[in-house]
């Protein structure tokens, strides 16, 4: 029985009620308070007579969050294969580490000679990921991806101005993630899109020949949102440079490379990082994520201001402001420094050795799973269905509504009766009904193989019984809501962004 079954079955015909509708006057609490609080020194105009709070006892507030945290779905619960999104089992001891009184009571401005750990972490974090990426520096400051890809946008254009060069055109291939174009639009640019081949990788002569002399920047993603490494990377490259255009690496999901390859030797100048995916930090829910950004040396002196920088001869780590050509600030103070932190202790707890093993785990739960699901029928591989994935693998479920009716988005809700979380469907968007699925590295194969049972026993379903499937979910704690007549098609298309050549 899953959490929010045990939640019906206390109560069957009403959701949790709301906190304030189990008030019951009277009830209370232990205080925390035995005395009575002094007279606080406020304005009188400012102070309340009474302020109404539901009145309960503890163990009812206590079930009723309990209750709610039962209806909701986390990667606490099981597995959550997001494409694109690496839903991971992060180490709760990075937690306990950011918790810290040392860590989490810093004022991001006291004077440095009091913050030196901190500043020494976020250094070596420094280091790390430079390494890692095969960059030069790398900028902490980013709060998200989507920031890191702007902020590396905005390198680019300060870059072309001290050339005294005007570029005004981004090229990304159409698997790119949508923050992608969303990003060079916000610096500026205007994006030309390159489709993809057979291969599911990018067009190569579509690509030289969109590209030209007004071309800043390109941004890739590799392995790409189709969970397949770019094999004509270093072409892509060569022909890039070749323009005197920028390379971004859009490096969100490293779960496909890390410690196997690097932007950096693939000739990639700019690369951004999602420490809330890759590295320690849970992702979702909207908490702080940190998205740093890479650079090599000729970009270096761009970089958000200050970078942390090391006196040698003192010992001692100080805020580097003194940057003439840096384009400014991207974030307030420093980034998140507590999701720096877990980065930090994540790598120092994997170990060089446990970053490239997690990357191979990850690509070989993928691989599993992409192999289970080619013997089953209603899902299919749309491109290079003979090459093995990365960290993820994209499905159609295009054979079910041709022949059932039931589309991805039915198929992803069925998954939820089933107490799993759907994947990521509907994109990317050149996969018809696709199920873009990203089982990470931290899934064990008992948890896979409940994934996949789920998929076949819903592909059986679509034949057998297909209004259960289209009816889905009706184990959640609501059903569907007013969401049946909308979206059975991607509301975004990649024509928003693309403009043609003249
Ligand atoms: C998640 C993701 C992003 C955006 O990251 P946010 O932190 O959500 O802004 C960019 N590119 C790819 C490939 C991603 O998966």
């Not at 989490?104 to 972490?121: F, M, N």
Request: aromatic residues 8%; glycine residues 8%; proline residues 7%.
């Amino acid at each position: 029985m899953t959490g929010y079954q045990q939640a019906r079955w206390i109560d069957e015909d009403k959701l949790e009620p709301l906190i304030f509708e189990k008030s019951q006057e009277g009830e209370a609490g232990s205080s925390p308070y035995p005395e009575p609080i002094e007279e606080p020194d406020l304005p009188k105009e400012l102070l309340r007579e009474k302020l109404s709070l539901p009145e309960l006892s503890e163990s009812e507030v206590v079930r009723h969050f309990t209750r709610l945290t039962q209806m909701n779905y986390g990667i606490d619960s099981g597995i959550y294969p997001l494409g694109s999104c690496t839903m991971k089992y992060n180490p709760k001891i990075s937690e306990d580490l950011a918790a810290l009184e040392e860590a989490s009571c810093l004022h991001p401005s006291q004077p440095e000679g009091t913050v030196q750990g901190a500043l020494e972490i976020m250094y070596r974090l420094e280091e790390f990921l430079a390494e890692i990426s095969g960059m030069d520096r790398v900028s902490l400051q980013p709060a998200a991806g989507a920031q890191g890809e702007f902020l590396a946008m905005l390198i680019t254009r300060a870059y072309f101005e001290s050339r005294g060069e005007e570029r005004s055109e981004v090229i990304v291939p159409d698997s790119a993630h949508g923050t992608n174009p969303a990003s060079a639009v916000m610096a500026g640019f205007s994006v030309t899109v390159v489709p993809s081949n057979e291969r599911g990788r990018v067009d190569l002569d579509a690509f030289k020949d969109s590209i030209s002399s007004d071309t800043a920047a390109i941004m890739l993603t590799n392995p790409n949102t189709l969970g397949l490494f770019e094999d004509q990377i270093v072409e892509l490259v060569k022909a890039a440079h070749d323009v005197g255009a920028l390379l971004f690496y859009d490096g969100a999901n490293l779960n496909g490379i890390l410690g196997k390859t690097r932007p950096g030797d693939m000739g990639f100048d700019m690369v951004h990082f999602n420490l809330h995916k890759t590295f320690g930090t849970p992702h979702g829910g909207g908490g702080p994520g940190a998205g740093p950004v890479g650079v090599k040396k000729e970009l270096e002196k761009f970089l958000p201001t200050p970078l942390v920088g090391y006196d040698e001869e003192n010992d001692f780590y100080y805020l580097d402001h003194a940057r003439p050509d840096s384009i400014g600030k991207i974030q307030s103070f420093h980034g998140n420094f507590g999701v720096l932190l877990k980065a930090y202790a994540y790598i120092l707890l994997l170990g060089a050795s446990g970053l490239v093993e997690a990357t191979e785990a990850a690509v070989l739960n993928a691989n599993f799973i992409q192999q289970k699901l080619l013997k089953t029928n209603g899902y299919e591989l749309k491109y290079d269905s003979d090459s093995p994935c990365k960290h993820e693998t994209v499905f159609s479920a295009e054979p079910l509504k041709k022949e059932f009716g039931v589309t991805a988005k039915d198929v992803a809700k069925r998954l939820l009766d089933h107490g799993v979380h759907a994947p990521t469907y509907y994109f990317p968007p050149i996969v018809p009904e696709s199920l873009m699925i990203e089982p990470t590295e931290t899934e064990s194969k008992e948890e896979l193989d409940r994934f996949i049972n789920a998929l076949k026993s819903i592909s059986e379903e679509a034949s057998s019984n297909p209004e259960k499937v289209l009816s889905a979910p009706t184990r959640t704690a609501i059903g569907r809501l007013d969401e049946v007549k909308a979206s059975r098609e991607p509301i975004l298309t990649w024509k928003m962004y693309s403009r043609k050549r003249e």
